[in-house]
T-cell receptor, first 116, second 113 residues
Framework: DTAVSQTPKYLVTQMGNDKSIKCEQN?????MYWYKQDSKKFLKIMFS???????INETVPNRFSPKSPDKAHLNLHINSLELGDSAVYFC???????????????FGPGTRLTVL | AQKVTQAQTEISVVEKEDVTLDCVYE???????LFWYKQPPSGELVFLIR??????QNEISGRYSWNFQKSTSSFNFTITASQVVDSAVYFC??????????FGPGTSLSVIP
């Protein structure tokens, strides 16, 4: 059973297009995240949701919009894609951070986005 | 401000050698959590260990061991008798309560047969 799944695994698209990445976790976790990993392997958080509520919103262009229909799903929609958006995007989840967090995160397999 | 430094960008060792990956962190909090993750060539991120700031006991798991020293703000990771399957990028990470995880830049380990 896959704990955190993402679709698609690969996404190749033209500049200016709009695309979405879907994420689902079956771990019963309350908190989900989106991370961006650039070509130098730097991992940076983009967003975090706790029980469908946005709790972390880093300095990310507003072309990126996360949506959490329920606590098991966190999707990422990207408008007007740019060359610099090419990266690997990871979804992750962890147990409730309401008590101060500290729990490890479990990551999805990643979505490699290539913008041409 | 939180910061994680992994000074070794790339390390190469010959199989069966021991190797230590360094991690130095900065935090203002007395309560915090430290993690190590492994990213093999296949790309997934695998959780290895979690430590909270009140538990300075070293940990051993098979060929892996971790040395946590608050006095030097370090959380180093040693692989004993390295194997080719250990080749990966290893990330150290820091979390302050109610805040976001900060990842270090990663250390790329190559184990040569």
């Amino acid at each position: 059973d896959t704990a955190v799944s993402q679709t698609p695994k690969y996404l190749v698209t033209q500049m200016g297009n709009d695309k979405s990445i879907k994420c689902e976790q079956n771990l019963g976790h309350d908190t989900m995240y989106w991370y961006k990993q650039d070509s130098k392997k730097f991992l940076k958080i983009m967003f975090s949701y706790n029980n469908k509520e946005l709790i972390i919103n880093e300095t990310v262009p507003n072309r990126f919009s996360p949506k959490s229909p329920d606590k098991a799903h966190l999707n990422l929609h990207i408008n007007s894609l740019e060359l610099g958006d090419s990266a690997v995007y990871f979804c992750a989840s962890s147990q409730d951070r309401g008590a101060g967090g500290g729990h490890e995160q479990f990551f999805g397999p990643g979505t490699r986005l290539t913008v041409l | 401000a939180q910061k994680v430094t992994q000074a070794q960008t790339e390390i190469s060792v010959v199989e069966k050698e021991d190797v230590t990956l360094d991690c130095v962190y900065e935090t203002r909090d007395t309560t915090y959590y430290l993690f190590w993750y492994k990213q093999p060539p296949s790309g997934e991120l695998v959780f290895l260990i979690r430590r909270n700031s009140f538990d300075e006991q070293n940990e051993i798991s098979g060929r892996y061991s971790w040395n946590f020293q608050k006095s030097t703000s370090s959380f180093n990771f040693t692989i004993t008798a390295s194997q080719v399957v250990d080749s990966a990028v290893y990330f150290c990470a820091l979390l302050e309560p109610y805040d976001k995880v900060i990842f270090g830049p990663g250390t790329s380990l190559s184990v040569i047969p």
